[in-house]
């Protein structure tokens, strides 16, 4: 059964600094892509980053390029999101997700973690 | 960079009406094209990919439709239980998502 679970979440204030990170089990992790998506309370679904199977390409939504970070550690199943000078505006549940087709990056999501919530506030 | 217009931004319907909800993207994505069903408080859901494949386990009463533009997902008889937020989702590049559809029970 295919698991991911995320964590790290919690409240900081602006300017500040977090580590999500998801570990996933149930299927061969070096195989797929993995996707950071964030949802803001009452908002829609926005796509935040993404990671190839092997981690030697990242890709990054303009609103956070050059302040969130994208890696994962294949031998330990996990990808991780680090985010750096958060704003108010990064406010979110944050979810990762695992595409429905083997090394391709831009897929459709066919399992998502249950999320983490970043709050940022003062 | 590629935006998707969903419509309407919500519906109401009877139980066992036809639901209809559009997607469109201002640029041509082929087939690109996912569905999610979002219930209150819960994560997304796959509903349909490829812009018409069912994902496994999803009842039949849902379908996708359309290419390059213009898509649409249709349930056919509306359920209780389908009662959620739908997003589409483009993949043909990096993805986007539609604003999303609430769908209630009148």
């Known amino acids: 059964e295919v698991q991911l679970l995320e964590s790290g979440g919690g409240l900081v204030q602006p300017g500040g600094s977090l580590k999500l990170s998801c570990a996933a089990s149930g299927f061969t992790f070096s195989t797929y892509a993995m996707t950071w998506v964030r949802q803001a309370p009452g908002k829609g679904l926005e796509w935040v980053s993404a990671i190839s199977s092997a981690g030697g390409s990242t890709y990054y939504a303009d609103s956070v390029k050059g302040r969130f970070t994208i890696s994962r550690d294949n031998s330990k199943n996990t990808v991780y999101l680090q985010m750096n000078s958060l704003r108010a505006e990064d406010t979110a549940a944050y979810y990762c997700?695992?595409?429905?087709?083997?090394?391709?990056?831009?897929?459709?999501?066919?399992?998502w973690g249950q999320g983490t919530r970043v709050t940022v506030s003062s | 960079d590629i935006q998707m217009t969903q419509s309407p931004s919500s519906l109401s319907a009877s139980v066992g009406d036809r639901v209809t909800v559009t997607c469109r993207a201002s640029q041509g994505i082929s087939n690109s094209l996912a569905w999610y069903q979002q219930k209150p408080g819960k994560v997304p859901k796959l509903l349909i990919y490829a812009a018409s494949t069912l994902q496994s386990g999803v009842p039949s009463r849902f379908s996708g439709s359309g290419s390059g533009t213009d898509f649409t997902l249709t349930i056919d008889s509306l359920q209780p239980e389908d009662v959620a937020t739908y997003y589409c989702q483009k993949y043909n590049t990096a993805p986007t998502f539609g604003q999303g559809t609430k769908v209630e029970i009148k």
């Open positions: 997700a695992k595409p429905g087709e083997q090394w391709l990056v831009f897929r459709h999501f066919d399992y």
